[in-house]
């Protein structure tokens, strides 16, 4: 089947899930990728720009507000007074190689705090001082010796936002497998009890389908940059019903089937 023409008709309804419930996992793998593939180029092409342009951004700042310094064996060399800080609510970048700051500061939303052999990154949901703060600290020992500048931050942005849409999209695709799996060995212990019940392979085919509704909502969502949507909690919901809905149209027969179930009778 068409994989344009697949990917229209699982988005288009419940009933052409019967056209892939039968057909070899082997197919059916090599469609996700594809879907993902498709989905994540849309997505690379719409924020590679955005990153471009917030890497100039990031080199600009850096710039204009950090301080002169270097990573040499491990360490954070400047000869800059310490501590310093430079930035506001928004984003704080923090210099301190003498000891004094140790942890991020919870005024701020976002920050870096770069310390005598490490370095620290934070981001709050918020700028009220009492939220919590996620906080990660990773260490500089094996990095190599290099001179922060703005040059540097900005091809280190860039190169991060090229080397994100593989990991990206190995990611999506590791997490879909997962859901499918999952749900399908689940569905499949329930229809052992019934009559008509499905086999594991059409539900993981259909499982696996279903993905397509829920992956084209979510990348459309996220490519169009739309404020205060939990996207995960939309994929979950049109991932639910599509697989729901696809599961019972698969089980129960097409007209032509009870038409000829009848004719015996």
């Given amino acids: 089947m068409n994989f344009f023409r697949t990917m229209f008709r699982c988005c288009s309804g419940f009933r052409p899930y019967r056209e892939v419930r039968d057909l070899?996992?082997?197919s059916s793998l090599l469609y996700l990728v594809q879907l993902l593939a498709l989905?994540?180029?849309?997505?690379?092409?719409?924020?590679?720009?955005?990153?471009?342009?917030?890497?100039?951004?990031?080199?600009?700042?850096?710039?204009a507000h950090v301080p002169p310094f270097r990573i040499q064996q491990g360490k954070v060399v400047a000869d800059t007074p310490q501590p310093y800080r430079a930035g506001d609510g928004d984003f704080l970048f923090l210099l301190d190689t003498t000891g004094k700051t140790t942890t991020a500061d919870p005024q701020a939303m976002h920050g870096v705090l770069m310390t005598s052999d490490a370095f620290v990154f934070w981001l709050k949901p918020d700028r009220d001082p009492a939220s919590p703060v996620y906080a990660q600290r990773h260490s500089l020992r094996g990095f190599p010796d290099t001179e922060i500048t703005a040059d540097y931050v900005r091809n280190f942005v860039r190169t991060a936002v090229f080397m994100s849409v593989p990991m990206l999209l190995g990611g999506a695709l590791c997490v879909a497998l997962a859901q499918v799996l999952l749900?399908?060995?689940a569905t499949a212990v329930l229809e052992r009890s019934m009559a008509n019940g499905l086999r594991w392979t059409q539900l993981f085919n259909i499982a696996l389908h279903a993905v397509t509704p829920a992956a084209t909502i979510f990348a459309t969502y996220a490519a169009m940059r739309l404020q205060g949507l939990d996207l995960q909690l939309i994929y979950i919901i049109a991932y639910g019903i599509f697989l729901i809905g696809a599961t019972k149209a698969c089980r129960e027969p097409m007209a032509e089937e009870k038409t000829a179930d009848n004719e015996w009778l």
């Fill in 24 to 26: 070899p996992i082997r």
């Fill in 39 to 63: 989905l994540g180029l849309v997505l690379a092409a719409r924020f590679i720009p955005w990153g471009w342009q917030m890497s100039d951004i990031v080199g600009d700042w850096t710039q």
């Fill in 183 to 185: 749900f399908s060995f």
